[in-house]
């Protein structure tokens, strides 16, 4: 199971920090993601780490966001550090581990 955590309202220019913590038998040596879709929209990649920590942010990400992956209490753990927020980041945002565990996802409402 995948447990994401951490979204909510925020106004423009703030910051969030999105976790997501893998359970069973999710393994991260494939690497760990953040997804993001916003209303009427597709989902889309925001942020990738592999098991060695190479990263690639989509374009909007790059600067602003940071994903980093940690264990806490024996659970691998993918987080995403958002900073200088923008309303069009308003989306619900999903944590993905290869090839196809997906979290609940997690609703990041930003306001101008």
């Known amino acids: 199971q995948l447990q994401a955590s951490g979204g909510g309202p925020v106004q423009a220019g703030g910051s969030l920090r999105l976790s997501c913590a893998a359970s069973?038998?999710?393994?991260?040596?494939?690497?760990m993601g953040w997804f993001r879709q916003a209303a009427g929209k597709k989902r889309v990649m925001v942020a990738t780490?592999?098991?060695?920590?190479?990263?690639?942010?989509a374009d909007f990400a790059k600067g602003r966001f940071t994903i980093s992956t940690s264990t806490d209490n024996a659970k691998n753990t993918v987080s995403l550090q958002m900073d200088s927020l923008k309303p069009e980041d308003t989306a619900v945002y999903y944590c993905?581990?290869?090839?196809?565990?997906w979290g609940q996802g997690t609703l990041v409402t930003v306001s101008s």
């Open positions: 993905w581990y290869p090839p196809n565990y």
């Open positions: 780490i592999t098991s060695g920590g190479t990263t690639d942010y």
């Open positions: 069973g038998d999710i393994s991260s040596i494939y690497g």
